[in-house]
């Protein structure tokens, strides 16, 4: 079975602008989840999708947004990018989405603002 | 509340050696604790996981013990090896909740010397 991909791998965009990272999740996963890596705050949960609707947020802006799409693939979207968005953006799939649910997760979209 | 503590920040171990890796949470409804390990360039993958009502889980070389009442959990490896060099999360979740109500740690970066 094939893993969790992502495209790109690696980003390197000016502030102001926009971007959109792509994930698709393995084969029979409905549930997409995004997650923000940096050395600072780690972890951090940016939502989840199932069968095309967000069912969870977590705490950033509205700048980052996302959605799903019929066969599970997901993109996420950061506008009006900041210098403080440079991180690792992570795509996790699972089945069913639930916390003891194993996620796996990508390879990440290395994200740099200049 | 939601936090959750994770120490050493970093650790650096001889070969053969048991590192030890601690998270302490103060939510007392969270019950599911599991451990993520991450290698440079990759996401991080499921190792292993612990329900409150027990206080022991072991997988091949990986031991999770969990204090309830002290509201603390940790990571053991034993016989460490090179190979065991990676970055290690815990997390914690919420009952019956989604992806998005796991809590990741700082995370800590095991060094494993030949």
């Known amino acids: 079975k094939a893993g969790v991909t992502q495209t790109p791998r690696y980003l390197i965009k000016t502030r102001g602008q926009q971007v959109t990272l792509s994930c698709s999740p393995i084969?029979?996963?409905?549930?997409v989840s995004w997650y923000q890596q940096t050395p600072g705050q780690g972890l951090q949960f940016l939502f989840e999708y199932f069968s095309e609707t967000q069912r969870n947020k977590g705490n950033f802006p509205g700048r980052f947004s996302g959605r799903q799409f019929s066969n599970s693939r997901s993109e996420m979207n950061v506008s009006t990018l900041e210098l403080g968005d440079s991180a690792l953006y992570l795509c996790?799939?699972?089945?069913?989405?639930?916390?003891?649910?194993?996620?796996?997760f990508g390879p990440g979209t290395r994200l740099t603002v200049l | 509340q939601q936090q959750v503590k994770q120490s050493p920040q970093s650790l650096i171990v001889q070969k053969g050696g048991i590192p030890i890796i601690n998270c302490a949470y103060e939510?007392?409804?969270?019950?599911?604790f599991p451990w993520y390990q991450q290698f440079p360039g990759k996401g991080p993958a499921l190792l292993i996981a612990i329900r409150p009502d027990v206080s022991e889980k072991k997988e091949g070389r990986f031991t999770i013990s969990f204090n309830k009442s002290a509201k603390q959990f940790s990571l053991h490896i034993m016989d460490s090896q090179p190979g065991d060099s990676a970055t290690y999360f815990c997390a914690a979740s919420n009952p019956g909740g989604s992806q998005g109500n796991l809590i990741f740690g700082k995370g800590t970066k095991l060094s494993v010397k030949p």
């Open positions: 996790a799939s699972s089945f069913s989405g639930h916390s003891t649910d194993t996620q796996y």
């Open positions: 084969s029979g996963h409905r549930s």
């Open positions: 939510n007392t409804a969270f019950d599911y």
